[in-house]
């Protein structure tokens, strides 16, 4: 089975930090993606990636980067946090062209106080 | 906004019953996705259903989708507590490459 972990189940934060979340697919999946997702709004794409070092822009990449330096690892970065980002964040990894079901990791619930 | 609508929002029914759950989208789409989430999770996928498909089924799910009226169906037979959970149907719109996701209906079933 495709597993797809993320570093921390739950994440507390101050306003200002820099914030790194990080997920790790074991299945070669050439695709990654990072969505958050917020009661009443269902998901919604942040940013994700085709391949290693390529990046594309989600629906609201806006106050957020990414980095993919190894196929298997795909990294969220908050480059300095705001309490509207505080969110569930959901990672997931899916095979070929992104029309494959995608595998999600069990999510990390972020505060930012 | 490129995403749709699931109706209804909450679903409430008692153990052994069917559960029905529709998603409509707005733009032509490549295929459509059902997922579901357990509380606290990560989505797990549970059927595909191609634009050129009717209909298809996976154990207690039969999946309809309606392309002319832009709108899938997901049907849970004889349903069971551990269905408690929400759906989300996801969509890849033709030329896209992403998912788009519906916001979900929120399934309780009662023992």
């Known amino acids: 089975d495709v597993k797809v972990t993320q570093s921390s189940r739950y994440l507390v934060k101050r306003t200002g930090e820099k914030v790194f979340l990080e997920c790790v697919q074991d299945?070669?999946?050439?695709?990654m993606f990072w969505y958050r997702q917020d009661p009443g709004l269902g998901l919604r794409l942040i940013y994700f990636s085709y391949d290693v070092k390529m990046k594309e822009k989600g629906d609201i990449p806006e106050g957020y980067s990414v980095s993919r330096e190894k196929k298997e690892r795909f990294s969220l970065i908050l480059e300095s946090a705001s309490t509207n980002q505080t969110s569930m964040y959901l990672c997931?990894?899916?095979?070929?062209?992104?029309?494959?079901?995608?595998?999600f990791g069990d999510g990390t619930r972020l505060s930012i106080l | 906004s490129q995403q749709g609508e699931e109706d209804p929002q909450a679903l409430s029914i008692q153990e052994g019953e069917n559960a029905t759950m529709n998603c409509s989208y707005k733009t032509s789409i490549n295929n459509l996705q059902w997922y579901r989430q357990n509380s606290g999770r990560g989505l797990v996928h549970l059927i595909l259903i191609r634009s050129n498909e009717r209909e298809k089924h996976s154990g207690r799910l039969r999946v309809t989708l309606d392309t002319s009226k832009k709108s899938s169906s997901l049907l849970i037979t004889a349903s069971r507590a551990a269905d408690t959970a929400s759906y989300f149907c996801a969509r890849i719109h033709t030329g896209a490459n992403n998912l788009f996701f519906g916001t979900g209906t929120r399934l309780t079933v009662i023992p």
């Open positions: 299945m070669d999946h050439e695709n």
């Open positions: 997931a990894s899916s095979l070929g062209n992104g029309i494959q079901p995608q595998h």
